[in-house]
């Protein structure tokens, strides 16, 4: 994670464009007034962009059993070599069924995806239809483009059913929060060029070759659109080289600016512009036998780290996590560093991170629960946090922030591999009098400490006493539901509440 | 039909009359004993703890005795000057502080010069509430008596001004606005309360019967303040608890499930203890008892019926299915109890500025710096200190509160709200822990650690260097003095004294 990265910044704002918002006439008057002057390449990339419809489902973190109503989403999509279509992640997630439509073309395919990369927002979808591919031809890719170079937009955003096309310059290239994940920030390049709901998974083009995937706005900010850059796609597309999709590996250092004096002079440092300070490390035992805090990153890869925290990549300065971006999960970077007045040359084994999944937005894996006499159980995660809706902090929901977001960085030590939550109660003679119903962490249950859903089931299952005692936090709070009427009430409950089964491992 | 309505009528003037009467004679009293209140207090700015503006705030006291204006505490502390005006209009005489009890909410006034006290006369305070009382709510506004009905709703127990202590409370409707500031509430012609705080139409009352039982402690040798429960209960409204604690009576008590371990006292209470009775009142499943004075009240306010810090209290309580009774002794209500105590009263802001690096204590002031809605705008890490308990492993906490720029602390400006854990491999829980570390630097560094988690672990700053660097902070950013440490406070609050 980077300097200044809040893990509640995420639902500031959350600017995915898979559904069809309502436009305004100025809008359009806008859009078609860029398309009068557009100058599209003579190979007509346009043919090779496809507009995707997405029928997904979402299930409800606070009902896990339940599934939230099927959505119509619309996005874009190019053909690739190989006879695959790339899009973003957001486009085709929970997707129950996908159909893609060819320019100028009336019929739809059905296509499924074959790779997703929710870390960096990129999808690759097949089409089993032969006919699909027919006169079409792949889109390449170029190198990232410059700073004030001009770009053009395609898309099937909102507001028509054609294609629609916008020209703009590279406005700065920088590491961005990728919303779409909510917790990974990687290279991201900023443009004027309109891009709107609709035109996510649609290619950025200069000439005639793809520099990008359109993938995100912000709201509120005008003429303030991103797309993915040649970089990042390059890695999803080598990932998946082996036929499995791993994701982007995590250093697993906070990277700080050294630029103080003393603080260099205390480290033994000469000069003020190469070197940032590892700050802390996150529990990754490959990292913490490599590096230390208090090391000073002087390279990484191939670029020299200033003491501003930034490398300079292709011209841009940019944030030095980026120089870790290019190594593959299994893959070892090169590092100098500066430990104990001297250089160092190490080698970093990079892999993928995954115990902070539950502080990101998830995908594709349905949420584990319990349901036991009424009862329902789930782990905590940002989804489930979701759900109490974005003014959680202000509802006083103080413990589940701290046990999310807090104490796996500052206690370690007493963290949860998975806390669990008490979500709801399904009202029952048999749990009628309990005190608290829902939005609990739960400390112990039967005297054992619940670090995960499993131990949930297995202190249910052993209890012996006449009694389940449910102990909650803060201060664990005490609850209490009799065992035999527990027992008798819980199929009853699962077919009162339409159920289907009352656990999801 | 028409009969019945004049043989009302016959009998509603005499009866309308006689109230208006009642309340004429009663105001002549009133009018005598109320009297206005002109505080001046420093007011601090938290996040500039170096800066203070003069607030004035217009309070309402009533003479209780000789030479005793009785007021609520409320803005009382930091006072620089207080003047009291009788009859509404006239002179103002300067007032001293006889005492604030800041936990009670309860404070005396006095005026030397003997002068102001002609014309006034003391009234007494009721030693119970009537629910069924007419009350008037009473002071002078613009230089106009204000009286206005008021009727008892219910009684219930706060915490007054953020503190641990908790005590009864009358709550009032009356048609009046911006009350709050201390005004008087009688019946007849005795004192039945003074109002702290009002939310619509609904005046918080400090009922009579508690404020004698404080002027009465106060007035003994030895007064050890007020003190508090410092255990969690919840209620057992839920009949399987009490089954599973193998209580088989009828249903009563509330479970305890959190203690305070005091350094050096084991506590009596342990979780899940059934409390049965406090003092010898039943208490029930919802934690109420049945006072003499007031009703049902919830149990928290036997830690402050005519009981002071130190007090042992008889506790019932049902334990591994036997009943027992010990003795709780009441921890004192004071503002270090808490990880995250309330600033000291009367002091001002403790802060150290280290070559533009500010460090406070942090303290719920501090906190509450973030507005009216404080609790949702201030970092969450530390406003959730709130929630911990003080251990021996961090009784208090420090925090870097920003970094006035300067050279000196280039690569830091943009700190701020960081928990410090360390100094020169000291651990700081105090600024006197901070103040003292400054000693431990080693080759001439100064090396800060911050909590882990935070969103920096470290700072180093030249220790040759940050004196003269910490004079040129002060001396561009206009500040006096380079630290204020806390002052070791009476266990009681501010002692009584006469404010000269």
């Known amino acids: ?505 | 039909m028409r009969l019945f309505l004049c043989a009302l009528l016959i009998c509603l003037v005499p009866l309308a009359g006689h109230a208006a009467a009642d309340d004429r004679g009663h105001a002549r009293l009133w009018q005598a004993a109320v009297v206005s209140l002109e505080v001046t207090r420093q007011q601090y700015d938290h996040l500039q703890p170096w800066t203070r503006q003069a607030q004035p705030v217009a309070k309402v006291g009533v003479v209780i005795a000789s030479r005793q204006i009785l007021t609520t505490a409320t803005d009382l502390q930091d006072l620089t000057l207080v003047r009291v005006q009788k009859g509404g209009r006239g002179q103002w005489w300067t007032g001293a502080l006889l005492w604030a009890d800041y936990f009670a909410n309860v404070a005396l006034i006095t005026v030397d010069d003997s002068d102001f006290w002609k014309g006034l006369k003391p009234v007494a305070l009721a030693p119970r509430l009537n629910p069924a009382a007419s009350a008037r709510i009473v002071r002078w506004n613009a230089g106009s008596f204000e009286m206005r009905k008021a009727e008892i709703n219910r009684f219930d127990v706060t915490n007054p001004g953020f503190t641990d202590t908790a005590h009864v409370f009358a709550e009032l409707s009356a048609e009046l606005g911006g009350a709050g500031w201390g005004e008087p509430a009688f019946d007849g012609k005795r004192l039945i309360g003074l109002v702290f705080a009002q939310i619509g139409n609904v005046c918080h009352t400090l009922p009579a019967p508690f404020i004698r039982s404080i002027i009465d402690a106060r007035a003994k040798p030895g007064y050890r303040g007020l003190g508090y429960f410092d255990f969690t209960w919840q209620p057992t409204v839920n009949p399987e608890t009490q089954r599973y604690l193998r209580w088989e009576g009828p249903p009563r008590g509330v479970v305890v499930i959190d203690v305070v371990e005091r350094p050096g006292t084991p506590s009596v209470l342990q979780p899940r203890d059934l409390l049965l009775e406090v003092d010898a009142f039943p208490i029930d499943i919802q934690g109420d008892y049945l006072d003499p004075l007031y009703g049902h009240l919830m149990l928290e306010n036997l830690a402050t019926r005519n009981k002071w810090a130190g007090d042992p209290v008889r506790l019932k309580i049902w334990r591994d299915a036997r009943e027992l009774e010990v003795d709780y002794l009441l921890p004192e209500a004071r503002n270090a109890a808490r990880l995250v105590p309330t600033a000291p009263y009367d002091q001002e802001p403790a802060y150290v500025l280290l070559g533009g690096l500010v460090f406070q204590p942090l303290t719920r002031d501090y906190l509450r710096s973030w507005g009216e809605n404080w609790e949702e705008r201030a970092p969450f890490r530390l406003a959730y200190f709130r929630n911990e308990e003080p251990t021996p492993r961090r009784s208090g906490i420090v925090i870097l509160s920003q970094v006035l720029p300067d050279f000196f602390n280039l690569g830091y400006h943009d700190l701020r709200n960081l928990v410090l854990e360390r100094l020169n491999q000291q651990p700081v829980h105090s600024l006197a822990d901070l103040v003292a570390a400054l000693a431990q630097a080693s080759d001439g560094f100064h090396v800060f650690d911050f909590m882990k988690g935070d969103s920096l672990q470290r700072v180093i700053l030249d220790a040759h260097q940050l004196e003269a660097a910490t004079r040129r902070v002060q001396q561009v950013y206009g500040i006096q003095q380079d630290r204020v440490l806390p002052r070791a406070q009476a266990p009681t609050g501010p002692a009584p004294s006469v404010q000269k």
């Open chain 1, 1 to 505: 994670m980077g300097p200044g990265l809040n893990p509640l910044d995420p639902l500031t704002h959350h600017p995915h464009f898979p559904t069809v918002p309502k436009l305004r006439f100025p809008f359009l008057a806008a859009v078609m007034l860029c398309l009068s002057c557009l100058t599209v390449g003579a190979a007509s990339p346009e043919q090779s962009v496809v507009q995707i419809l997405n029928f997904s489902q979402q299930p409800l973190w606070d009902s896990p059993w339940r599934f939230d109503q099927v959505r119509r989403g619309s996005g874009t999509g190019f053909v690739i070599k190989g006879r695959r279509i790339m899009t973003n992640a957001h486009v085709v997630s929970w997707s129950k069924q996908i159909l893609v439509r060819r320019y100028q073309d009336p019929r739809p395919y059905l296509a499924t995806v074959r790779f997703i990369g929710h870390d960096c927002d990129l999808a690759l979808l097949e089409v089993a239809d032969e006919r699909f591919f027919e006169g079409l031809e792949p889109l390449d890719f170029g190198p990232l483009p410059t700073v004030r170079s001009t770009v053009v937009t395609y898309g099937y955003p909102a507001g028509g059913e054609q294609i629609s096309y916008t020209r703009g310059v590279v406005s700065r290239i920088e590491l961005q929060n990728y919303v779409h994940i909510g917790n990974r920030s990687f290279l991201s390049v900023q443009t004027d060029a309109a891009i709107n709901p609709g035109n996510s998974g649609g290619p950025v083009l200069q000439d005639d070759l793809v520099v990008g995937v359109a993938f995100m706005g912000i709201p509120g900010l005008e003429n303030t659109g991103f797309f993915i850059p040649p970089p990042v796609v390059e890695h999803f597309l080598k990932d998946i080289e082996d036929g499995r999709y791993d994701g982007f590996p995590t250093a697993g250092i906070r990277i700080v600016p050294l630029q103080n004096p003393t603080y260099r002079r205390y480290l033994g440092l000469n000069g003020d512009s190469l070197g940032a300070r590892i700050d802390s490390l996150l529990p990754i035992p490959a990292t913490e036998a490599v590096l230390r805090p208090d090391d000073v990153l002087l390279k990484a890869g191939d670029y020299e780290v200033g003491s501003d925290g930034n490398v300079t990549l292709d011209g841009n300065r940019v944030f030095a996590a980026a120089a870790f971006h290019s190594a593959q999960h299994g893959d070892s970077l090169p590092l100098r560093i500066w430990r104990n007045r001297e250089t160092l040359e190490l080698s970093l084994p990079m892999s993928t991170y995954e115990d902070d999944r539950v502080l990101g937005n998830q995908y594709d894996t349905l949420p584990r629960y319990l349901i036991y006499a009424g009862l329902v159980f789930t782990p905590l995660s940002q989804e489930y946090m979701k759900t109490l809706g974005r003014d959680f902090r202000a509802l006083g929901y103080a413990e589940l922030i701290y046990e999310l977001y807090y104490r796996r960085a500052e206690a370690p030590e007493s963290a949860r591999p998975e806390p669990i939550v008490l979500a709801s109660t399904l009202a029952h003679p048999a749990n009628a009098n309990l005190r608290y119903t829902s939005r609990a962490v739960v400390d112990r249950i039967n005297g054992l400490r619940i670090e995960r859903l499993e131990d949930v089931i297995r202190a249910f299952d052993t209890a012996t006493n006449t009694h389940h005692v449910l102990e909650l936090l803060p201060n664990r709070a005490l609850e209490t539901v009799d065992r035999a009427a527990a027992d008798a009430a819980h199929p009853e409950i699962l077919k009162t509440y339409a159920i289907p089964q009352d656990r999801r491992l």
